[in-house]
């Protein structure tokens, strides 16, 4: 089973951005929001599958991700932060949906492209990507990788 298909997950690590671990509860190997970092290093994570909080420890899959230095990208005067950027965007698109349509998340739940749901984390979220048990979500705290269809 390749993890390792989700290029945007290849980001660098940053506080609020999704990683790979081990979760213990559902024992399997899903996204995590980093929650805090240590000397560039993510320290403590959340699964977003069942929100139970972790230290964070470095993988195989992790420590061998390539080193590439990315210049944190901060906006620049006049312009909106990405973050706001979503965010806008966001509500934009979760005002065109009937919230009737709305489903609370499982990690059973059957996804698909566009259907709204519920997260007891993040709120409201848009079901963007689907891709076999992995789910790229948008909520207004910005895009999460959730375990669905499972
Ligand atoms: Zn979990």
Avoid at 27 to 35: D, F, G, M, Q, V
Avoid at 91 to 118: F, H, K, N, W
């Amino acid at each position: 089973m390749s993890l390792h298909r989700l290029k945007r997950s290849d980001m660098a690590p940053a506080v609020g951005r999704d990683i790979d671990n081990w979760c213990n509860r559902c024992k399997a190997e899903l996204a995590h929001t980093i929650l805090a970092m240590v000397q560039g290093q993510p320290a403590r994570v959340r699964c977003n599958t069942c929100g139970s909080e972790r230290n964070f420890r470095m993988t195989k899959a992790a420590t061998k991700r390539p080193s590439k230095r990315r210049v944190a990208t901060t906006a620049p005067a006049g312009r909106k932060p990405q973050q706001q950027l979503h965010r806008e965007r966001f509500e934009r698109r979760l005002a065109e949906i009937d919230r009737d349509t709305c489903v609370a998340y499982s990690p059973r739940m059957r996804a698909i492209a566009g259907q709204l749901i519920e997260h007891k984390t993040f709120g409201y979220g848009i079901v963007d990507e689907v891709m076999g048990t992995k789910a790229m979500v948008s909520f207004q705290v910005g895009m999460k990788t959730l375990a669905v269809n499972r």
